[in-house]
T-cell receptor, first 108, second 115 residues
Framework: DAKTTQPTSMDCAEGRAANLPCNHSTISGNEYVYWYRQIHSQGPQYIIHGLKNNETNEMASLIITEDRKSSTLILPHATLRDTAVYYCIVRGGNQFYFGTGTSLTVIP | GAVVSQHPSWVICKSGTSVKIECRSLDFQATTMFWYRQFPKQSLMLMATSNEGSKATYEQGVEKDKFLINHASLTLSTLTVTSAHPEDSSFYIC???????????FGPGTRLLVL
């Protein structure tokens, strides 16, 4: 079962930073936080993952709170192509269990 | 990142027929692959774990005799929907982890429509 809670939907103005929150209050010490996004009718696309430290790559930044009970995915300059459903996943073992995700709409 | 392909991308079949969907890891080997199903406006639901050289493990509530999984090589897993019915119409997606990073990479999905 999914161990995460995310807002159902969010809007973001084009060019602004999009901050997508995720709660994972029952996360265990060795469980990673992964973020994926799914554009309509496509397979999920990997964005970023982390354990304890904040992470950054060419797509996004991941901020994990010190107690690891929540995290935030940051898209620094949202574009219209970033409109998608964003999934926050806590990986325990090999399986990924998807929650309901956040539907992000980037507005021109 | 690693690439996972699926074939076919979409299929339409008559009720009662069987449909096979292929999932391939193109530039890496995968001893484990995963199959998901997604209904419209819903999230992905994990159906089963495909294990190379051994039996698949199914999530609770998924009929193993209806959704046959074969993982014959380190780059190929197949899902066969047997005696498909309209309620099996869905978007089927596979994934494979790229060890040692263990990031899962997803295929583009296969849309099945059973008439």
């Amino acid at each position: 079962d999914a161990k995460t809670t995310q807002p159902t939907s969010m809007d973001c103005a084009e060019g602004r930073a999009a901050n997508l929150p995720c709660n994972h209050s029952t996360i265990s010490g060795n469980e990673y936080v992964y973020w994926y996004r799914q554009i309509h009718s496509q397979g999920p696309q990997y964005i970023i993952h982390g354990l304890k430290n904040n992470e950054t790559n060419e797509m996004a930044s991941l901020i994990i709170t010190e107690d690891r009970k929540s995290s935030t995915l940051i898209l620094p300059h949202a574009t219209l192509r970033d409109t998608a459903v964003y999934y926050c996943i806590v990986r325990g073992g090999n399986q990924f269990y998807f929650g309901t995700g956040t539907s992000l709409t980037v507005i021109p | 990142g690693a690439v996972v392909s699926q074939h076919p991308s979409w299929v339409i079949c008559k009720s009662g027929t069987s449909v096979k969907i292929e999932c391939r890891s193109l530039d890496f080997q995968a001893t484990t692959m995963f199959w998901y199903r997604q209904f419209p406006k819903q999230s992905l639901m994990l159906m089963a774990t495909s294990n190379e050289g051994s039996k698949a493990t199914y999530e609770q509530g998924v009929e193993k005799d209806k959704f046959l999984i074969n993982h014959a090589s380190l780059t190929l897993s197949t899902l066969t929907v047997t005696s498909a019915h309209p309620e099996d119409s869905s978007f089927y997606i596979c994934s494979a982890p790229d060890y040692p990073q263990e990031t899962q990479y997803f295929g583009p999905g296969t849309r099945l429509l059973v008439l």
